[in-house]
Each structure stands twice: as structure tokens, then as C-alpha cells.
């Protein structure tokens, strides 16, 4: 589902793009004045969600081992050496 609003978002921000770049001239008419900020703030409110969506990177594992843990693998040269901590 995140690869399609990805895919979306995309598409939108650069037809918001294109349509702010096409439309762009020089006046300070107040009804184009508005049309230009709403489709620059579309723009980058779908650029936004672009990013959001991108997929990130996976979380690299812990480098530490937590060996008195209940899940741990059974290292049997360990156990001998430390058995009063198993009681």
C-alpha cells in the first residue's frame, strides 16, 4: 500500500510541478497570485508524502549478546564456566 501512495505522490507532485512552471508569469493579480500559491503548496505537500513513504532502511541487528537471556542459544563451555548464575 505504501508503494502506491508513493507511486501517487510522485505523479502528483510533478503534475502540480509541471502546472506551476506552464502557468508561470509575471503579475500580481490577486485571483492568479492565489492559484499559484495553492498549486506551490500542493506541490510540496505531495512532495512531503513522497518522502514520508519512501521506504527506509531496516534497522541494523544489536551488536550485543545478552547471554542470561531466556531465548539465548545454549553455549555449553559458558554454562560450565558461570553456573552460579543459573541458580
Not at 505522490?9 to 502540480?16: I, L, P, R, T
Not at 509575471?26 to 512532495?47: A, C, D, G, H, Q
Not at 541487528?61 to 541458580?87: A, C, I, P, V
Amino acid at each position: 500500500m505504501k508503494t502506491v501512495y508513493l507511486i501517487l505522490s510522485h505523479m502528483a507532485s510533478v503534475v502540480f510541478g509541471y502546472l506551476f512552471i506552464t502557468n508561470l508569469k509575471y503579475s500580481f493579480e490577486l485571483s492568479y497570485l492565489i492559484v499559484m500559491s495553492l498549486l506551490l503548496i500542493l506541490f510540496f505537500i505531495f512532495l512531503i508524502v513522497s518522502v514520508l513513504n519512501f521506504p527506509k532502511k531496516p534497522k541494523p541487528r544489536s551488536l550485543f549478546y545478552n547471554s542470561y537471556s531466556g531465548k539465548r542459544t545454549k553455549n555449553e563451555d559458558f554454562d560450565k564456566n558461570y553456573s552460579f548464575m543459573n541458580e
